[in-house]
């Protein structure tokens, strides 16, 4: 299956494919002590659509929601 991220927001995506790094912009580059800042992204995909086996995000996280065929 390839995965290929088609579009983000607050954050520069590389590469659009397999180990992807989502690094900051210029508008989220410092922040608060406590603050937080959120990133999102659409996927496509082709082929089989079974849903990866996990994801890292500094380590193992969650996914919020899965979109289904």
């Known amino acids: 299956m390839l995965q290929t991220i088609t579009s983000g ?4 995506y590389s590469p659009a494919s397999g180990r992807v790094t989502a690094s900051n912009v210029s508008h989220n580059a410092t ?3 406590i603050a937080t800042v959120g990133i999102g992204f659409q996927v496509g995909h082709t082929g089989d659509s079974t849903p990866p ?17």
């Open 9 to 12: 927001c607050n954050a520069e």
């Open 31 to 33: 922040t608060a002590p």
């Open 53 to 69: 086996s996990s994801d890292t995000l500094n380590g193992p996280c969650a996914v919020a929601e899965r979109a289904t065929k």
